[in-house]
């Protein structure tokens, strides 16, 4: 149901602005999707115009921040094994010290440096995915660490103190792409809207019949456990329960603890963040799938953020929430997609006793049913499964049992997921040919 929500999602059309419905666009960016709603878009700005606006503004922080892009800033930096100051762009130096923060605010659980160990469990590249030698989980860990890595925001530049260390900022960029389109939106005069992009979200105002943007959070057992309802707020997910692999009857997550280099046990199957800024929100929902519940919820309230865990257990969920999730707990009953609300575009969602096992089937056809008629979702994106951060601790499963979150990092045209793979080809293919009608 989940992969077919977003390949819906995917292939929705962009279509201008009516006088009775919101503005609408959406493409493929950063090895995953982006996706806009504006409530009372005005007469200033054509769809066209805004969407190549957005894509630039996408194209040039990929640019930056791209380590599959060997000519972007990260790759130049990776690639460079000087310790003196890499000079950067203002935007790369901006959210690597963010990074760094988190790194410092968490005990080290926040470490966009550790890709040497996921590499070596083999779920970041293509390798087997077995249990390291000890050795080998010793000298990657030498190889990592952000206290390694200094930051200078005047002049912009950054310098590493280990030769060899390497930055992966795809669990926070992510989050500041959101922000980056949030703010042109809003400086264009539009500041009622919802950003999507790769499952990380950021609301405006409110509508103009003055109701809050609903954004739905995602549960591990199927459809919907929470829906949110924000303004001028961000939410990102991070989420564990489809990316792991076993081993002689153990479970080994790829939430890699960066203090020891070993997956990190009973992890949370996930876990969401509301902050004014997604990007702080990304970085914040990775790194708590690392520190855990108890541990989680501890920081969060030592640093006043709203956080909501799910663990599953023997089919049950167990939820534990901070700030704006635990008020809200009260209205929390499970919620599903109704399917009778599926007109003029719009998608509701109602309350229900329990959530019924069988409903992610039901509702998969559904749906697949309303798009082969030709129906368009539109905005499903008001009331959305939140889909998860990618940067190498969340994941959506693919038909090869790879992560869909691998697509954060990995170009469409070496994606091992084939159903998303396509779907991403087929779309930048038929931009180009309406581009070159056009």
């Known amino acids: 149901m989940r992969l077919l929500l977003l390949t819906l999602l995917l292939l929705t059309a962009s279509r201008p602005a009516t006088a009775t419905g919101p503005l609408k666009l959406d493409g493929p960016t950063m090895g995953t999707y982006y996706s806009i709603v504006v409530d009372s878009p005005n007469d200033k700005l054509t769809s066209e115009d805004l969407q190549s606006k957005v894509e630039s503004r996408l194209a ?3 640019r930056q921040m791209s380590t599959w892009d060997s000519s972007s800033e990260i790759s130049k930096f990776n690639q460079s094994t000087s310790t003196d100051w890499f000079e950067v762009s203002s935007e790369f130096a901006q959210v690597t010290a963010e990074a760094r923060r988190i790194h410092e605010l968490t005990a080290k659980a926040f470490d966009p440096t550790v890709a040497p160990l996921i590499d070596l469990w083999g779920f970041g590249d293509r390798r087997e995915q077995s249990i390291p030698d000890a050795a080998k ?8 660490g952000m206290q390694h890595l200094t930051v200078r925001l005047d002049p912009p530049a950054l310098k590493k103190s280990i030769a060899g260390l390497q930055l992966n900022l795809s669990a926070i960029a992510k989050g500041y792409a959101v922000d980056v389109i949030a703010e042109l939106l ?4 539009l500041p009622s809207f919802v950003v999507d992009i790769g499952g990380e979200n950021r609301t405006g105002t409110a509508k103009a019949t003055g109701d ?3 954004l739905g959070v995602e549960s591990p057992l199927g459809g919907l456990h929470r829906v949110v309802k ?13 990316n792991f692999f076993q081993i002689d009857g153990v479970s080994y997550s790829h939430a890699i603890d960066p203090t020891t280099g070993w997956p990190v046990r009973n992890p949370p199957a996930s876990v969401s963040v ?6 702080t929100a990304d970085a914040w929902a990775t790194a708590m799938m690392v520190l855990g519940a108890e541990q989680g919820v501890a920081i969060a309230e030592a640093n006043n953020l709203s956080v909501m865990f799910q663990s599953v257990a023997d089919e049950t969920i167990t939820e534990n929430s901070t700030g704006l999730f635990r008020a809200a707990v009260a209205d929390a009953a499970p919620v599903e997609v109704a399917e009778e609300s599926l007109e003029n575009d719009e998608t509701a969602v109602k309350e229900q006793p329990a959530a019924a096992p069988w409903f992610p089937f ?3 056809a559904v749906i697949f049913l309303i798009a082969i008629a030709g129906m368009s979702i539109g905005t499903m994106l008001q009331n959305k499964s939140i889909k998860g951060s990618c940067g190498g601790l969340a994941s959506m499963p693919g038909s090869e049992g790879k992560s869909i979150c691998e697509l954060c990092t990995i170009p469409k045209n070496e ?20 581009d070159h009608d056009a």
């Open 60 to 62: 040039e922080i990929n």
């Open 137 to 144: 989980i010793t000298e990657a860990i030498k190889l990592t």
């Open 186 to 189: 809003t400086t264009e005069g």
């Open 212 to 214: 809050e943007w609903k």
């Open 230 to 242: 924000l303004t001028q707020s961000a939410i990102a997910t991070s989420g564990d329960y489809r």
């Open 274 to 279: 509301i902050h004014e800024s997604c990007m």
């Open 362 to 364: 039901v509702a998969a």
């Open 415 to 434: 994606c091992t997921n084939t159903e998303l793979r396509e779907m991403m080809q087929a779309a930048a293919a038929n931009k180009q040919c309406e």
